[in-house]
């Protein structure tokens, strides 16, 4: 387990049921610190969140009173994070999806290029349901074109290390990006601020309900969002076009 006072593991987490504490205990043993951020959560896992965190230094739990979203969340452990000294996050969902056992890798490449920020680019198995695989080729369709092709591997996997100062400015000065829509506009909108990405393939798990599996994503409402988002993008990418397009011609 490798200790750091620069980079810590973020969790936003809601109503994730008891996948969550193998999530922290995972993620706890590959690095410290970790922060889980419960996002009003009404499953009773906040509480033994805590308990958890009363025994383990290298735990810290931050309750929310009502649920903002994924983005909010976030943007709370941001900010926590600038109090607290801790350059980059790694944010990875608390559902069991995510590989724990990568921390480390994707913890030192960021360490080795501080200024940029390390997506993870999943690699699904037959667990994956095919109708979200496929759309999420349409989101990432629209990030590319939205960012001239600067190299985002996959515009909606969460596991991936931000660079806390630019992802802090960014949120706070708009207000969208605070639910499910926060994790590809992220990304672009870093890209526009000249925030480089790096890509890594990592594996994503998807958990029946037999398994202990919980599912927020809802196909319409979420896609609906997804959709008025990269309408914003695709304007802001108008209006940043000739910027975008003089960066591309300097390499």
């Not at 903002?68 to 900010?79: I, M």
């Not at 600038?82 to 995510?98: C, E, K, P």
């Not at 080795?112 to 109708?131: K, T």
């Not at 994790?183 to 309900?209: H, M, Q, S, T």
Request: net charge neutral; aromatic share 10%.
């Amino acid at each position: 387990m490798t200790s750091s006072s620069t980079h810590a593991v973020l969790i936003p987490s809601y109503n994730p049921g008891p996948k969550v504490f193998d999530t922290v205990r995972e993620a706890r043993a590959q690095w410290a610190p970790v922060w889980v951020v419960v996002d009003g959560s009404t499953d009773g896992t906040d509480v033994q969140l805590q308990a958890m965190a009363a025994e383990d230094e290298g735990l810290k739990v931050f309750v929310l009173p009502e649920n903002g979203g994924k983005g909010a969340a976030v943007l709370y452990g941001l900010d926590e994070a600038a109090r607290q000294g801790i350059t980059h996050v790694l944010t990875m969902d608390s559902d069991g999806q995510h590989p724990a056992a990568l921390i480390p890798h994707f913890m030192a490449v960021s360490a080795g290029a501080p200024e940029c920020m390390v997506l993870g680019r999943p690699v699904f198995d037959a667990s994956a349901p095919l109708l979200r695989v496929r759309g999420r080729k349409i989101s990432n369709a629209w990030a590319n074109l939205e960012t001239l092709w600067v190299g985002i591997g996959d515009s909606l996997y969460g596991f991936r290390v931000y660079p806390v100062a630019p992802l802090r400015a960014l949120m706070q000065g708009q207000r969208w990006m605070r639910r499910f829509d926060f994790d590809p506009e992220a990304v672009v909108r870093l890209a526009w601020r000249g925030v480089k990405p790096i890509n890594i393939d990592a594996p994503v798990k998807y958990f029946n309900a037999d398994e202990g599996g919980v599912s927020h994503f809802n196909y319409l409402r979420d896609n609906t969002l997804l959709t008025w988002m990269h309408c914003r993008l695709l304007l802001g990418f108008i209006l940043r076009l000739p910027v975008l397009l003089w960066r591309r011609v300097r390499g």
